[in-house]
């Protein structure tokens, strides 16, 4: 390994994430989502526990997120057409993001809603 592929890494990994904040509206949704969460956390003074919970919770969406638009992106290069097969892979890359957002509203009832009674 070179002495700077590391950094290349690192470099490539970044950007990668602000491609997908910059060009993919359903990653800015999520990270409102994750803002006003991690501010419900601050405002109730949420545990350790519960802080770890919640980050969690949070890079499951946003890598699940993240996943996706990279399946759809590969899916869109390899297929110039429809393709069944090609539905399929972006129907359930988006089923994951879909069950990982329902787990983190599961999440967010677990953790907030005993703090609100």
């Known amino acids: 390994m070179s002495k ?9 990994a970044i950007a990668g994430i602000v491609y997908a904040l910059t060009r993919e509206r359903n990653l800015r949704i999520h990270f409102l989502a994750a ?3 991690i501010a419900a956390g601050i405002w109730l003074e949420i545990s350790y526990l519960e802080w770890g919970m919640l980050a969690i919770t ?3 969406v946003m890598v699940a997120e993240m996943i996706n638009t990279a399946v759809e992106k590969t899916v869109d290069i390899i297929t110039g057409e429809y393709h069944p097969l090609a539905k399929v892979a972006k129907n359930v890359a988006a089923g994951a993001v879909l069950l990982s957002a329902i787990n983190a509203l599961v999440m967010a009832y677990i953790i907030f809603v005993p703090y609100l009674r």
């Open 4 to 12: 700077g592929s590391l950094k290349k890494s690192f470099y490539y």
């Open 58 to 60: 949070i890079t499951l």
């Open 35 to 37: 803002g006003v969460a």
